[in-house]
């Protein structure tokens, strides 16, 4: 990935460093809690233990700490189960954010093109208009368009700066996201047209007018005051006309904003290539007719990343580590619950055994069997 200011974007990754640390303070925690009952069975007080034998006390110190112990292991069993039904809300939150596309009945994949198949930019965009005409004459296929990075691809991201024509001072300049785009790729994913018109294969022609599309995100950015159609920008050393506003795609990340989006004729950056085609049915009834249309075009061009669009948005970074996130804290939370409820029950247990005399002296006293149940579950 190149994020726009030409660093590499830092994605979230499991820290070595931090693992062991984590893995060190749970045998130390572990090691901790666990000496001071050794200790204690290593020293035994002999007098102690017989007095509080003797008059069957609940309320010792050792039965003091014990409770103490339940008490804390339940506040954090609770504080888990808080942090993972939080972490379930922002994943079901986040999976029902919108994509900006329509998760239905839209195929992705990637093609690579070698220099002897497609040497230079224009050799390039006839490749992929055959391409694109091929997959529109099938059966079953409603629309088809090419994109330099697909949506959720996991790896690519072009960005760079951009500002308007009418400023030339550079310190106006914005970061922004581009993709050469080609054929009916908005149509294809679902995104909507704005304003203006999209872009056709006139604007690839070598010799054509330089035209974007820019995305609501940057139309805000870049013109909070007034209507972008038709206006110029600057970009690669280049003025540019914006011919049409498209709705937001969230590409990369469910859970973050829109980022900012310029999409450029596939003649200016023809150079990674993926496409998108929307079918009448299920997208994978669709995977032979795309193999057929590539075949008719060139028969040994191979196929890459063939999935749907769902696939690709459950299988985007964020989302793995998001539902890895969940089923971690998940498990410990369950795993912290069920010893909290065995621990609890040791103690009540513990309790009731050690009070059999007080319980057997208050129902001899009269004490009803509801009233003592009240007072040992008063205790828990």
Same mark, same amino acid.
């Given at each position: ?108 994949? =990637? ?114 005051? !007034? ?18 506003? !498209?709705? =937001? ?48 075009? =060139? ?14 948005? =459950? ?66």
């Amino acid at each position: 990935m190149i994020a726009s200011n030409g660093a590499p974007p830092q994605l979230a990754t499991l820290n070595p460093n931090v693992l062991f640390f984590t893995l060190g303070l749970s045998l130390l925690t572990g090691l901790l809690f666990g000496l001071v009952p050794a200790l204690r069975v290593a020293r035994p007080d002999l007098n102690r233990d017989l007095k509080e034998s003797s008059r069957g006390s609940a309320g010792g110190a050792r039965h003091r700490l014990q409770r103490l112990f339940i008490v804390a292991e339940t506040a954090l069993t609770v504080v888990l189960l808080f942090t993972a039904g939080l972490l379930l809300h922002s994943f079901m939150a986040t999976l029902a954010a919108d994509p900006g596309v329509q998760r239905d009945n839209v195929l992705l994949f =990637d093609l690579t093109l070698s220099f002897n198949t497609a040497p230079n930019p224009p050799a390039r965009v006839r490749f992929i208009e055959s391409v694109l005409r091929e997959l529109s004459a099938r059966p079953g296929i409603v629309s088809a368009g090419s994109i330099s990075s697909g949506p959720y691809n996991n790896r690519r991201f072009m960005g760079d700066t951009i500002r308007r024509s009418e400023n030339p001072d550079p310190r106006a300049d914005v970061g922004t996201g581009f993709d050469g785009v080609g054929g009916d790729l908005f149509q294809a994913l679902g995104t909507p047209l704005l304003r203006g018109r999209f872009l056709t294969t006139a604007d690839s022609a070598e010799n054509a007018p330089r035209a974007v599309l820019i995305n609501n995100t940057l139309a805000r950015q870049l013109f909070p005051d !007034v209507d972008p159609l038709g206006r110029l920008v600057h970009f690669k050393d280049a003025d540019w006309e914006i011919v049409g506003i !498209v709705g =937001d795609i969230r590409d990369i990340r469910l859970d973050a904003p829109p980022r900012p989006m310029l999409y450029l004729p596939t003649i200016h950056f023809p150079w990674n290539i993926s496409f998108a085609v929307r079918t009448l049915g299920s997208p994978l009834a669709g995977v032979d007719s795309v193999r057929q249309a590539l075949r008719a075009v =060139d028969p040994d061009q191979p196929i890459a990343n063939l999935r749907t669009i769902r696939q690709a948005i =459950d299988n985007s970074a964020s989302l793995q580590l998001r539902r890895t996130m969940l089923t971690l804290v998940g498990i410990f939370a369950g795993i912290a619950l069920l010893l909290a409820c065995v621990g609890l029950y040791g103690v009540m247990a513990y309790s009731v055994t050690q009070r059999t005399r007080e319980i057997g002296v208050r129902i001899a006293l009269g004490a009803g069997a509801n009233r003592v149940l009240q007072e040992i579950l008063r205790g828990g």
